[in-house]
């Protein structure tokens, strides 16, 4: 096996044994039903890992991920971690969380090409284009790109709106709230944004 799967395995076992010293119930309560106030939707980018920033035990949160937190409506693996978020465990918060400094972000506003992943970037490069009078305006690219990532968790927060599973929530007078934030990879400061409440 290979060393750094060894060291995975370890310190898993590491993991659990210190969870179940300071809560030696942890695992049994943790196996019988997840019950999470929260849905998170963020990057998959390994240096945002959505439990942790926010303080939360495995379990507090039910999580989805992908390449600069994009929501689009072709998307039915998305979809269907929101619906079941929504409507089987009556998530009360959904998170939307971008992060300065996105590779994402920053691939989808220049020229390259990086082979399938332009198609899913293509969803930014819109957002770039409806905005880009005002990102143009600004002094760098960087500037550029801070506001780039604010700007994609505002329209992923419509997005998540805009959904029937956002409406039929709506219709059935569900408590749900939307929260769009951003992480600072700098200081590990999580910014709101956005809110939407029904």
């Known amino acids: 096996m290979n060393s750094d799967i060894k060291k995975i395995l370890e310190d898993n ?3 659990a044994g210190g969870m179940k010293k300071v809560e030696p ?3 049994s309560k943790l196996a019988e039903q997840q019950n999470p106030k929260f849905l998170w939707i963020g990057c998959a980018d390994s240096r945002v890992p959505a439990n942790e920033i926010i303080g939360k ?3 507090e949160v039910f ?3 992908n390449i600069a937190n994009v929501v689009v409506h072709s998307d039915l693996n998305c979809l269907s971690v ?15 969380c971008g992060h300065y400094g996105c590779g994402g972000i920053a691939a989808a506003m220049g020229d390259e090409e990086f082979g399938l992943i332009d198609n899913w970037l293509r969803h930014i490069k819109d957002i770039y284009r409806f905005h880009k009078q005002k990102l143009d305006a600004l002094n760098s690219h960087e500037e550029r790109v801070r506001l780039m990532c604010e700007l994609n968790v505002i329209e992923q927060v419509e997005n998540i709106c805009n959904t029937t599973v956002f409406h039929n929530a709506e219709k059935r007078s569900q408590k749900l709230e939307i929260h769009g934030m951003i992480y600072s990879l700098e200081d590990g400061i999580l910014k709101n944004i956005i809110n939407r409440t029904i």
């Open 57 to 59: 035990q495995p379990g």
């Open 63 to 65: 999580v989805h991920r």
């Open 82 to 96: 929101i619906q079941y978020a929504v409507e089987v465990l009556k998530v009360e918060h959904i998170i939307l």
């Open 25 to 27: 119930e942890f695992f």
């Open 13 to 15: 076992k590491k993991w």
